[in-house]
């Protein structure tokens, strides 16, 4: 049995050659993409000349030669998206699309080696307050799991600027089973035409469905008339309580998925331009984007997935 002195000096002696490629790959990629002198990124890196060139010339690992395909592969893949996945995004894609399975600590040090990071960013949202004419208890509790499509819905409005002064905003309608957007409607104002729009698309959609319907206590939802819509189609109203977004999490987790995948990454010149852009991000979201608490398929995929098994 080998003494832990011994396994440890092993070990070390793995990490270091691991790091070690690390540092070979970087300076790999910097001096075929930019000619940079091997000499000085080697004395840069704090290894040997010598020590480059004969990892380099040495006949490469199978393990070494699937890296070199994972990298064109991320490549693609970071290009294909404008840059918005993040490591964890990466692996579920490669895994999905590839005849193979490789682990996200993987993806995360091969992205770093390619300098490759998501673009994504958040920003925090400003909350109006509005004087309710009716009310509803927090039905929801933040039990945010549904077992099928139709059980709970989650609803909001979130507001999106264009050219110099333009702002629209989008009402949308999410699915807690699959986390799907059911409904979505962008408008030039934020009133009750554009959230009860929303809402009739949804149930003329999916007339079967009694959802418990949560969202915030913004004017629209605690209107008489809303409620009157709300009761009419068997539906339950449940609302966030003051001052407490985290009631409505998973829809405002989707306000900063597609802000920051998509709302941020450019300006939007004209509504026409925004609108497009928003409709096919959110036929993205649907039908494309892979999410890791969907057993890494899409919202739509699960959503069958979760019929078939009823």
């Given at each position: 049995?080998?003494?832990?002195?011994?396994?440890?000096?092993?070990?070390?002696?793995?990490?270091?050659?691991?790091?070690?490629?690390?540092?070979?790959?970087?300076?790999?990629?910097?001096?075929?993409?930019?000619?940079?002198?091997?000499?000085?990124?080697?004395?840069?890196?704090?290894?040997?000349?010598?020590?480059?060139?004969?990892?380099?010339?040495?006949?490469?690992?199978?393990?070494?030669?699937?890296?070199?395909?994972?990298?064109?592969?991320?490549?693609?893949?970071?290009?294909?998206?404008?840059?918005?996945?993040?490591?964890?995004?990466?692996?579920?894609?490669?895994?999905?699309?590839?005849?193979?399975?490789?682990?996200?600590?993987?993806?995360?040090?091969?992205?770093?080696?390619?300098?490759?990071?998501?673009?994504?960013?958040?920003?925090?949202?400003?909350?109006?307050?509005?004087?309710?004419?009716v009310t509803a208890e927090n039905i929801l509790n933040r039990e945010f799991h549904a077992e099928r499509f139709g059980e709970k819905w989650l609803t909001d409005v979130t507001e999106m600027k264009y050219g110099a002064s333009g702002k629209a905003y989008l009402s949308a309608i999410l699915d807690l089973s699959d986390k799907s957007i059911v409904s979505f409607v962008i408008g030039h104002s934020n009133n009750n035409a554009l959230v009860f729009e929303t809402f009739d698309t949804a149930h003329e959609n999916h007339p079967d469905a009694r959802p418990l319907f949560h969202s915030d206590r913004g004017y629209q939802y605690t209107s008489k008339y809303f409620r009157k819509k709300l009761n009419k189609a068997g539906m339950t109203q449940s609302m966030s309580r003051v001052s407490r977004c985290i009631d409505n999490g998973p829809m405002e987790a989707f306000w900063g998925m597609l802000k920051s995948e998509m709302y941020y990454l450019k300006k939007f010149q004209t509504y026409e331009e925004l609108k497009e852009a928003v409709s096919d991000y959110i036929d993205y979201y649907n039908n494309h984007r892979y999410q890791k608490r969907l057993n890494c398929m899409t919202p739509i995929e699960y959503r069958n997935y979760l019929k078939d098994a009823a």
């Open positions: 049995m080998l003494s832990k002195k011994t396994r440890r000096n092993r070990k070390e002696a793995v990490l270091s050659q691991t790091q070690n490629e690390t540092v070979y790959l970087a300076i790999q990629e910097i001096y075929d993409e930019q000619g940079c002198s091997i000499s000085e990124l080697c004395r840069f890196a704090g290894i040997s000349r010598s020590a480059y060139y004969k990892w380099l010339n040495r006949k490469p690992s199978e393990n070494e030669k699937f890296n070199q395909k994972l990298c064109v592969l991320i490549r693609d893949a970071y290009e294909e998206k404008s840059g918005i996945l993040g490591y964890r995004q990466m692996t579920i894609k490669l895994n999905r699309e590839n005849e193979f399975q490789v682990n996200a600590k993987r993806i995360l040090r091969l992205m770093r080696i390619l300098h490759l990071k998501s673009v994504c960013r958040r920003r925090r949202r400003n909350y109006v307050k509005s004087t309710p004419e």
